[in-house]
Nanobody
Framework: QVQLVESGGGLVQTGDSLRLSCAAS????????MAWFRQAPGQERGFVAR????????AIANSVKDRFTISRDNARNTVYLQMNSLKPEDTAVYYC?????????????????WGQGTQVTVSS
């Protein structure tokens, strides 16, 4: 199994930056893709970004592509979400998730592993 622990959330003002961290543990992390989702009150949980552990291929939601980046540090088994120019609409609980992928990067099943979430609040 994969265990995930998020950190780095907090209360910031419009225009500030935050870097979220997701520390992962597992026997074969290279077989997984790591993703960030977020959910605001009254909203559906939405995809933010993901990165393949092996190779580092990334995907970022168009709504945040110009402000957010995702990266990984293999030595620390950690995935990061760098968030710049934060806006009040970015306020949400941010979750780290992992899904098993095949050799072509296609998900096998769904995101079966989730962290506890970390709160990001952006004030005006």
């Amino acid at each position: 199994q994969v265990q995930l622990v998020e950190s780095g959330g907090g209360l910031v003002q419009t225009g500030d930056s935050l870097r979220l961290s997701c520390a992962a543990s597992g026997r074969t992390l290279s077989s997984y893709t790591m993703a960030w989702f977020r959910q605001a009150p009254g909203q559906e949980r939405g995809f933010v970004a993901r990165i393949n552990w092996s190779g580092g291929s990334t995907a970022i939601a168009n709504s945040v592509k110009d402000r957010f980046t995702i990266s990984r540090d293999n030595a620390r088994n950690t995935v990061y979400l760098q968030m710049n120019s934060l806006k009040p609409e970015d306020t949400a609980v941010y979750y780290c998730a992992a899904a098993l992928i095949n050799g072509r990067g296609v998900l096998i099943g769904g995101y079966d592993y989730w962290g506890q979430g970390t709160q990001v609040t952006v004030s005006s």
